[in-house]
């Protein structure tokens, strides 16, 4: 393409060179001079001589003599125009307006030749009628000579005119041609500068994914040191009272591992890199699964679960692993902040809007804790809040519940109402 | 803990964290295991040379030689089981950690109690097997440190019998001669009581699995065997 672009530049120039210094072109250029001279000559007789040349016969040399002259003329007039835009580039940034300029001048300029050619044609033709008085040789009756010099000024102007419109089309022809290019050229660039920044986009993806890893690794590390010693206590002769606060230090650490775990997860779900495996399961079977699996848990926690699940098929085509992630922390969330002995509500159902069947689901469950934070202060709570710190939860599970239904395109909201706590998901019935 | 015969067992704990590798192996001496430490990947192949090894701990990101790359090495000479205990905890990681011959993965920060009982069972079932699984044949079935034998009716988990109820032994057939296939509720219940599936069923079966992860799997919560596709139904892991 930028080869291409730039042979059109240098073939213009080359071949405009050519013609203007090569030993033909200034051949080319004297013998137009001579065909000029001579056009110029029959004129000359036509009017020097008018009183001794008939009307036909003046007609005839001003014929002879628009011929020898406007080929001349137009001729050097190609060469003229070459050599002026002998520098001019149409791959230049503003080259047209350039070009509409410089032609707006060069077209002036013909019209003003022109325009005096014909006004000292016409200034002669009345000058003939007035007798002809003051130069040659006395009384005039034949007006030809007139006639054919105002004709021969249009002829001229027309011809000239012609020549310099076929290089003006030849011109914007090149333009247009290059604009192509540039266009085409500008289109690459803006592709390789968007290719560029997705590029440093998945890179810094990268690096923080990088970090994160490193991160969660570095403070495992000693926390594994940690959770080896404390067992290590536990296994001497210790006093009750010792015993009670190393078993508070290693509940603590096994917190600890769970929030680096679920920070780890949060922290790659929200930077995007989350790697789907989708395929088709039912919503209502991983809700009796997870119920099943913390069986022993909903039985210690003194909660009654009331799960309404619809008839209907709630069949998704998801990542089952990340749902199951968001339905089990749902689950946790309720059985970590319900009040004691109140009832959790676990509810599914179709939903049908603008045609599309979604499949809801949601917890509603009674909070043991006065709940003084809002939607926002839970979901954003990565970037912001540390309002919702209560009770021996990290927190941070609902706002995985928020990023991973973002990752899978489903929707998460809460509904706080005194005391009842509502989790809403909503997920899109796909078919592919 | 039941006290066991296991004096004179050698562990090898490889890790290029010394306090990791001090907790760890003193953890182990209270056990009665012989520990050999190691601090990277080379120097573990080295020990190995000289020493009678009994089952390897070894950690994946340490310097001069890698985890991964030493289990890669050492699996060309030995068939000892490889714990792997590793901070990454990815299930990409896992996956890469077995591919390459390690028979468990644990994460760190480890259950203390839980490795202990992890270290066990695999040196049991190399004890019982030195390393070689027992043949398969029409009246076993092997899948990994678990052996069911139909002619007897009993089951083996690394080499030890456990007591399965009758109903739980034939879900545990139908899943290990099927490993890796995924069965609904409905799909098991039918088979195991040859009678077609109704609204209750789901329940019943889930409560049966579950008694057979506790019964077979070192942590039920980590099951290694016995698996739940979230959705779909539960499968036998293939190893």
């Known amino acids: 393409m930028d080869t291409k672009w730039k042979n059109i530049k240098s073939k213009a120039k080359s071949f405009l060179e050519k013609c203007w210094l090569s030993s033909t072109g200034i051949a080319v250029k004297l013998f137009c001079f001579v065909l000029a001279g001579f056009g110029i000559a029959f004129w000359y007789s036509v009017v020097v001589y008018r009183t001794y ?24 007039t190609a060469f003229l125009i070459m050599r002026k835009f002998r520098e001019w580039d149409p791959g230049e940034k503003d080259a047209y307006v350039k070009w509409q300029n410089r032609w707006k001048i060069r077209n002036r300029r013909l019209q003003w030749i022109g325009g005096t050619a014909l006004l000292i044609a016409l200034w002669y033709m009345s000058y003939l009628m007035n007798g002809g008085m003051y130069i040659g040789t006395g009384w005039q009756y034949n007006y030809a000579s007139g006639y054919v010099m105002i004709l ?110 679920s920070l780890f997860n949060l922290a790659k779900a929200s930077s995007g890199n989350v790697e789907l495996h989708p395929e088709p399961f039912e919503v209502n079977r991983m809700i009796e699964q997870i119920f099943a699996d913390m069986d022993d848990r909903i039985k210690e926690s003194h909660l009654e679960f009331v799960t309404d699940l619809t008839k209907e098929d709630t069949q998704l085509i998801s990542d089952n692993s990340y749902f199951y992630r968001i339905c089990q922390n749902l689950i946790e969330n309720a059985l970590k902040y319900s009040a004691k002995g109140t009832r959790v509500f676990v509810k599914t159902k179709l939903l049908q809007s603008e045609g599309k069947e ?75 | 803990m039941a006290e066991e015969m296991n004096m004179g067992e050698v562990v090898m704990v490889v890790d290029d964290n010394k306090e990791i590798v001090y907790s760890i192996s003193e953890l182990l001496k209270y056990e009665g295991y012989r520990v050999i430490p190691a601090y990277d990947g080379m120097e573990a192949l080295n020990l190995l040379e000289q020493n009678p090894v009994d089952l390897i ?30 901070a990454k905890t990815e299930e990409s990681d896992k996956v890469s950690g077995l591919v390459l011959g390690a028979d468990d993965y644990v994460e760190k920060p480890y259950n203390p109690a839980e490795l202990m009982a992890r270290v066990k069972a695999h040196l049991r079932r190399y004890r019982a097997w030195g390393g070689e699984l027992p043949k398969e044949n029409d009246d076993q079935i092997i899948n990994g440190g678990l052996v069911l034998d139909k002619k007897q009716r009993i089951v083996l988990v690394e080499g030890e019998e456990v007591r399965l109820t009758a109903t739980e032994y034939k879900i545990l057939e139908l899943l290990m001669e099927h490993p890796g296939q995924v069965f609904s509720s409905e799909q098991i219940y039918e088979n195991v009581w040859q009678e077609s599936a109704n609204y209750t069923v789901e329940n019943t079966v889930m409560v049966h699995i579950r008694h057979i992860r506790e019964k077979i799997e070192i942590d039920a919560k980590k099951p290694r065997y016995v698996k739940v596709v979230w959705g779909i139904g539960y499968k036998m892991e293939k190893y």
């Open chain 1, 53 to 76: 040349h008939p009307t036909g016969e003046s007609l005839f040399f001003g014929i002879l003599g628009n011929a020898l002259f406007g080929a001349g003329q137009m001729i050097l």
């Open chain 1, 152 to 261: 021969s000024a249009l002829v001229q102007f027309v011809l000239a005119g012609a020549v310099m419109n076929h290089f003006k089309k030849k011109q914007l022809d090149m333009i247009m041609c290059n604009f192509e290019k540039i266009n085409q050229n500008r289109i690459k660039e803006a592709l390789e500068i968007e290719r560029k920044s997705l590029e440093k986009v998945s890179r810094s993806d990268q690096l923080r994914v990088d970090l994160i890893t490193n991160v969660s690794h570095d403070l495992k590390t000693p926390l594994t040191s940690m959770v080896g010693y404390i067992e290590l206590i536990k296994r001497e002769e210790l006093s009750d009272i010792v015993r009670d606060y190393v078993d508070v230090i290693s509940e603590r650490a096994e917190k600890l591992k769970e929030m680096i775990n």
């Open chain 1, 358 to 432: 979604e499949v809801w689901l949601e917890v509603t469950n009674t909070s043991g804790y006065p709940m003084d934070f809002t939607k926002e202060d839970i979901i954003e709570r990565f970037a912001r809040g540390d309002k919702a710190r209560t009770g021996d939860g990290n927190g941070l599970g609902l706002a995985i519940v928020s990023t991973y239904a973002k990752a899978l395109g489903g929707e998460f909201d809460i509904l706080i109402d005194c005391d009842q706590f509502k989790a809403c998901l909503k997920f899109p019935k796909k078919t592919t």
């Open chain 2, 57 to 86: 701990l070894l950690d994946v990101m340490m310097p001069r030689l890698n985890g991964l790359s030493a289990l890669m090495k050492l699996r060309e000479k030995y068939r000892i089981p490889v714990i792997i205990l590793s």
